[in-house]
Every structure is written in C-alpha cells, then in structure tokens.
C-alpha cells in the first residue's frame, strides 16, 4: 500500500519537528505547505502577531462555500520530565507501532490528510477540500482561534469539519468546553486585632468560592433532559485557594483558580453575570467601605468552547457513511472542534490512535489505525470526487 508508505514517511518528517507549544511551528508549517502546493493545493501559511507561529490552510477542487475542512493542531505538548525509551522526536516503528512525540496527538492524522491530497487533486471534487493546520491548541486552542477569525474575515463558509484528535476511529459528537480563569482579591493590610481596619482578601475570596458553589448547584438544575455528558451538568471547580502571609496579619491579596465545563454556551454566561453582580453589589461595596482601592480581578486563562451535540449533523452522516460507525459518542477531552462549529460548521471529532497514548512517554500510533483513517479518506475521495 503505497499510501501508507508516503504516510509514514511524512509522518518521520513531522515528528522531527519539535513543535512544542512554546516553540515555533514554521518549519513544519512550511514543509506542509510545500507538500500541499506540490499537489496543486492553494495554500495560505497565516502567521501570528510575533510571526513565530503559523496556521495552514489550503484548498483544494473548487473555490466557495459549503466545503470539507480536515481539521489538526500541530503543536505536541513537552517531553521534559518523562521517561521516554525512545528518542521522542525520530519516529521508531516496532511491533506496528509508530513512537514519537505526536505521533497520536495529533501528526498522524495530519500526514494522512496530506499524504492523500495527491489523490484527491486526482479528482474532479465537486466540493471544496480545505486543510486547516493550527499552533497553539494544547496551551488553548489560540491557533484555531485566530484560523475562525481569518476565515469569517474572509467570508468563506465551508459547512464540515473533522478534526481528527485520536478517538480511535470513532466518532465523537461532543465534548464539553473548558473555561478557565484566575481572579485576584486586592485588599487592605492590617492587624489581625483590628479586622474591621482592614480588608481581608482571603475572607472575601472564599466567600467567592462560596458563591462558586452555589452556582454549581444551580448548574445541577440547568442541565438538559438529554444530555449526553458525564456527569449531564456543567461543572465548576476550584483548584487553588491562595492568599495571605502570616496568621495575625490581615491578608491584603489571594487568588482563586477556577474552571467550568459548560455542556451548553448559555450556561457559561449564566455563571459569570451572576459572579459580575455579585461582585458588584455585595463583596466591592463592602471592600471599599474600608479601602477605595480595593480590587477583584477576573484574569481569563482560557475559553474552550465545547462541540455540542446537534441532532442533524451532516459531518456525523458523512463520516459514519466513511467508517460504517453507526452512533456516535462524546469524550472528556477538549479540542478546537466548538471553535468550528461556533463558525456555523457542523463538525465531528475522528481521528487514529488512542488518546490513552496522548501526552505520554512513549506515546505512539497503531500502524493500524493509520491504515483505518486513510481507508476514511480513501472513500471520503470517492464521495466528494466525481
Ligand atoms: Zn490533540
């Protein structure tokens, strides 16, 4: 199967790029551009504000509207602190595995995609086939972000998105989001003895927390009768609680680290109006009682949007026409899929490998489940390949 050989043989090349996050991705980006250009694709590398990131993306059959977009990120989280037994960044192949940092999450799938496209512009497509290649979405999905805006800058419509993240083949409908913040408390400093002096910063995060907790419960009452996700609700949880210096000083500062998992868009704003009233009306006034330049601060860390379950969902149709999967499923994981969907795409996560592999040492990528998605692809040509 010479597909498969061409496959792995890009598949060396992209390992070989160590594009962590924090890296840059262009040399990989350039070597895909080249590969894609090669066979006849219209390619636009699109780089960040530093120029040091790019996404990808490139075109092939017919221009416009209503097209297919092969979704992957091309940054791998880091290597530091494992115990790896092979080098991450030269693809070894044994017992028909493939190692390599990526190689599962999520560079296989990208080198099928590209290995394919030679094929594809083989054929007459009577649509347009995008790939779409982003920096960034391990550290929060800013590549993709950036991609959307281009895109809707652009005015361009394409109606389907598979982002190919390791499901094993299977077909993923939805996932939560993942919102993530950390809000700064800025009191006043002052003797333990005389607490109504100062303004504790600690006291007021947790009775923040507090309030945190209650929304979770009201939360509990907003999830939708059919909800597929584990638990069915929209979560909040506090990771750190941090503040304060010595246990007779009033504590001028802490921090709270929080998240929430929306299984709906509506339910994220529902939590940050309440929050914003009652910092507004209850925990500000009662600071600045004391010190006018009291402070609560809300620092976005990140806001994943989730890829929410629709009932008619041409990306499902397509691919469970491609795999023979019949139904589909959700998974715990976040990925860029919401970001397309948020575009009007109706979209689906279905990728090779494992995600039990994905951020490990000696993380690798069945030769055969490499072998399955490019059977997908295969027949995906002959679907849109007239
Ligand atoms: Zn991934």
Not at 116 to 134: I, S, W
Not at 282 to 296: D, G, H, K, W
Not at 317 to 339: D, H, K, Q
Request: include cysteine.
């Amino acid at each position: 199967m010479r597909i498969l050989e061409d496959t792995k043989a890009l598949l060396r090349d992209l390992v070989a790029f160590p594009t962590i996050s924090e890296d840059s991705n262009r040399a990989l980006i350039d070597h895909l551009a080249d590969r894609l250009a090669m066979a006849g694709a219209r390619v636009e590398v699109l780089p960040d504000a530093t120029g040091a990131k790019a996404n990808l993306f490139a075109t092939l059959g017919p221009a416009g509207d209503g097209g297919i977009v092969l979704s992957g990120h091309s940054d791998v989280v880091p290597v530091a602190g494992q115990d790896w037994t092979v080098d991450p960044f030269a693809l070894t192949e044994r017992d028909g595995r493939l190692y390599g940092r990526g190689t599962c999450d999520m560079k296989g799938f990208i080198a099928a995609a590209v290995a394919m496209a030679p094929v594809f512009a083989g054929r007459r497509l009577t649509r347009p086939l995008h790939f779409a290649f982003t920096h960034d979405e391990e550290v929060g999905c800013f590549g993709a972000c950036a991609l959307a805006a281009a895109l809707t800058a652009k005015g361009l419509r394409p109606s389907v998105a598979i982002i190919g993240e390791p499901t094993s083949m299977r077909i993923i409908e939805g996932h939560k989001g993942c919102y993530e913040y950390s809000t700064h408390f800025t009191g006043l400093a002052g003797h333990a003895s005389a607490p109504d002096r100062g303004v504790n910063a600690v006291e007021y995060a947790a009775r923040y927390v507090a309030r945190l907790l209650d929304l979770g419960e009201a939360l509990k009452a907003r999830a939708p009768a059919a909800s597929p996700f584990e638990p069915p609700w929209t979560t909040v949880s506090t990771g750190v609680l941090t503040g304060g210096n010595a246990r007779n000083v009033i504590a001028a500062e802490a921090r709270v680290d929080w998240e929430m998992r929306p299984v709906q868009p509506g339910d994220a704003d529902f939590v940050k109006e309440a929050l914003r009233r009652y910092c507004d009306e209850t925990l500000l006034p009662a600071m600045r009682r004391v010190a006018p330049e009291a402070a609560i601060v809300t620092e976005v860390v990140g806001e994943v949007e989730g890829l929410v379950p629709a009932s008619d969902n041409e990306a499902r149709r397509i691919v469970s026409e491609l795999t023979g999967a019949n139904g589909a499923g959700t998974v715990p994981f976040g990925t860029e899929a919401g970001i397309f969907q948020s575009l009007g795409m109706s979209v689906v996560v279905c990728g090779p490998g494992s995600i039990e592999q994905a951020h490990k040492p000696d993380e690798y990528l069945a030769v055969d489940q490499l072998r399955d998605c490019l059977a997908m692809l295969e027949r995906l040509a002959d679907r849109i390949g007239g």
